[in-house]
């Protein structure tokens, strides 16, 4: 290889293993047997995660993970239904999005996206309005990264008997989320994301008993989670034409993940690669934009240098001939950008990128990395 690739720091599509890569030389028939047991197997997995076998169901879409999150929205929500978005950031907004494109009627908590979403809050709004129907959740909010109180908000929704949606897109396989003990109807994620397979499919874990009763909601036949769901335990396969080599590098991602040690496993490993990327930026000067406290362990934004040197432009472009990708802020009102801490790096990785983003400053001649405390 003339020039090793660099290594995304970025939420997905992230850094894959070799075997994972390695898993989509193969050409498989969507018929096949064989490639139908790979999707059941993985089916099996994601239920095992979430330890939903039994009461949940797995059904995987084409798509990236939006496809997924459109689908659960469109298959959950009846067309009269009403549904409540407590948003912090991007991602909520992309859900408030899904809603108003689809009909679904739409109400929203607004918070600014240094502020987790308030369980108290949902409580309020719940009691406040029977017609709401369902609650859409983003577990870590990738806009900023921060990482909301899933299990809290789902006692809530679950206490006020409406039903839950979570997009678990940044966070699956990596946060916990305990079927047993957090009621929820949906959760969606997708392939390219904290599973370490590549994007191109997107999956979501729907409690049987909610799922029985979506027949007819959707409004899109390609969407259609619950058609996809009967289909698939019809006759083992996808509807429509499977993206086979993303659907095989999953399995072997997840098997992976298995070897390595599940969830805790994962976890943790980003936990301590979210460590070292804000102690090792911490000493060029850099400050994180959120509190340590609300700071999930996936992405992590950093107010941007405040030097008349520095444009991200040129700083992306010096840290990607150092080997690294980094991520533009997400923010409207400050001036940021974001490391992602998810992806197969070794331990090598974060410091790698540290001392890459330090030879930056140097070569761009930044001397004020510390931006000034917000007013
Ligand atoms: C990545 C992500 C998505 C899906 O984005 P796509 O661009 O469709 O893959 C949705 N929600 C969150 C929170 C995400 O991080």
């Not at 409540?84 to 991007?90: D, K």
């Not at 607004?110 to 009691?127: F, I």
């Not at 949906?186 to 599973?195: E, I, N």
């Not at 340590?292 to 700083?315: E, G, L, M, R």
């Amino acid at each position: 290889m003339s020039q090793a690739a660099p290594i995304l720091l970025t939420p997905g599509p992230l850094t894959t293993s070799d075997r994972t890569r390695q898993a989509m030389l193969r050409d498989w028939g969507s018929w096949d047997a064989d490639f139908n047991q790979i999707t059941a197997r993985i089916r099996k997995e994601v239920l095992n995660i979430v330890h939903g076998t039994g009461t949940h169901e797995c059904v995987p879409l084409q798509g990236s993970g939006t496809f997924s999150v459109e689908a659960a929205i469109g298959t959950l929500v009846p067309r009269n239904g009403h549904v409540l978005v407590p948003s912090n950031g991007a991602y909520c907004q992309r859900l408030a999005k899904i809603c108003k494109v689809l009909g679904r009627r739409l109400t929203t908590i607004d918070y600014t996206e240094e502020k987790q979403v308030s369980p108290a809050d949902v409580d309020r709004a719940l009691a406040a309005d029977p017609t709401i129907t369902h609650v859409a959740v983003v577990h870590c909010e990738t806009g900023a990264g921060v990482l909301n109180p899933l299990h809290e908000i789902a006692l809530v929704v679950a206490k006020h008997g409406r039903g839950l949606i979570i997009d678990a897109m940044s966070s699956f396989g990596a946060l916990e989320i305990d079927a047993r003990r957090t009621p929820f109807d949906a959760v969606v994620a997708a392939s390219g994301k904290c599973l370490e397979g590549v994007p191109g499919m997107g999956f979501v874990v729907i409690k049987r008993s909610t799922l029985e009763k979506c027949e007819g909601n959707c409004h899109s036949l390609s969407m259609d989670l619950y058609d996809q769901w009967v289909y698939m335990e019809k006759t083992t396969q996808w509807r429509f034409t499977p993206p086979t080599h993303v659907v095989a590098a999953l399995d072997t991602a997840i098997a992976q993940y298995v070897e390595e040690g599940g969830l805790p496993a994962r976890g943790g490993r980003y936990a301590r690669n979210c460590k070292a990327l804000i102690d090792g930026l911490a000493t060029l000067g850099f400050r994180s934009f959120l509190d340590p406290a609300i700071q999930a362990p996936i992405i992590v934004t950093f107010h941007a240098p405040d030097d008349a040197n520095y444009d991200f432009k040129t700083f992306y472009q010096e840290v990607k001939k150092r080997g690294y990708i980094l991520y533009p802020g997400k923010l409207t009102q400050v001036e940021t950008f974001r490391v992602g801490c998810m992806g197969h790096f070794g331990d090598a990785g974060i410091p790698g990128a540290v001392a890459a983003i330090a030879d930056t400053l140097k070569a761009m001649g930044i001397r004020q990395v510390t931006a000034a405390e917000p007013a």
